[in-house]
């Protein structure tokens, strides 16, 4: 299993950005996916789950300005993420966790917001 993170870049406060995790090697569905970010001197912390079902869960910090979804079709997970603060800069990481397969990482994509 292969997870592609991409999409991060350098926005300033107030802007917008979305990231995206393509999935390869794993034909099954029943497996749920999250959005991860660890910021410089910190642990990793969840951002987004998006379960098998398409139900989602966010962290506080990010509740009513990010948005997760994924497409299974595409094999595709999505994160967009609106009115960012200087606080989400971060190096984000897609997540798999199925049942059948185990846990996997994304290589991580960096997102900066300026003040």
């Known amino acids: 299993v292969q997870l592609q993170a991409s999409g991060g870049g350098l926005v300033q406060t107030g802007g917008s950005l979305s990231i995206s995790c393509a999935v390869n090697?794993?034909?099954?569905?029943?497996?749920?996916m999250g959005w991860y970010r660890q910021a410089p001197g910190k642990q990793r912390e969840l951002v987004a789950v998006?379960?098998?079902?398409?139900?989602?869960d966010y962290a506080e910090s990010v509740k009513d300005r990010f948005a997760a979804s994924r497409d299974d079709a595409k094999r595709v997970l999505v994160l967009q993420m609106n009115s960012l603060k200087p606080d989400d800069t971060a190096v984000y990481y897609c997540n798999l966790n199925s049942p059948y397969r185990g846990n996997f990482w994304g290589q991580g994509t960096q997102v900066t917001v300026s003040s």
């Open positions: 998006v379960s098998s079902g398409g139900v989602t």
């Open positions: 090697g794993i034909t099954e569905r029943t497996y749920r």
